[in-house]
């Protein structure tokens, strides 16, 4: 048995549980953390609605990924995963996460020029910089996605 029949069932686990985590996430936790924000703070209370819109979109976002992941690790299983049809789901990723990048960089940005306090603005940009990471990562995954994609087509067309 290979280490992908072992693997791949397991991560898929994991998976269903994170992705009903970011469901109850976006539902219940969010919406009501920022109510009761507006509730116990009342001068922040105008940024109930603008915290909530940005926290969801980006739990929505990673949704985006875990599904891409499921459909990949479905081509990993047929062995289909080096084929073009697999760039798309590595695009949708790679799209998730430069969407996530762009409105963190906004955050990041408003709250630094804004705070008084230099912890949160540090900590906004270390995770612009780790999202950033994670997108460059993909585009090296990407490219080498197509390289082997391309590797099997001509060894295909070879045999």
């Keep these: 048995m290979s280490i992908e029949h072992r693997v791949v069932p397991l991560l898929r686990l994991v998976l269903v549980v994170l992705f009903a985590v970011l469901v109850f996430l976006q539902v219940f936790s969010l919406p009501g953390q920022f109510a009761h924000l507006a509730e116990e703070s009342p001068a922040d209370a105008g940024l109930r609605w603008p915290l909530t ?24 299983q047929r062995n289909t995963i080096f084929t073009t049809s697999s760039r798309r789901w590595v695009n949708a990723i790679l799209g998730a ?49 197509r390289q082997a994609t391309d590797l099997r087509s001509d060894l295909d067309t070879v045999i």
């Design 97 to 145: 996460i430069v969407a996530a990048w762009a409105v963190l960089m906004v955050v990041f940005l408003a709250v630094g020029f804004t705070a008084a306090d230099p912890g949160l603005p540090l900590l906004l940009f270390l995770l612009v910089v780790v999202v950033a990471v994670a997108a460059l990562l993909m585009v090296v995954m990407r490219a080498l996605l």
């Design 53 to 76: 819109a940005v926290s969801i979109y980006w739990v929505l976002c990673i949704q985006v990924v875990v599904i891409a992941t499921w459909k990949l690790l479905t081509q990993v």
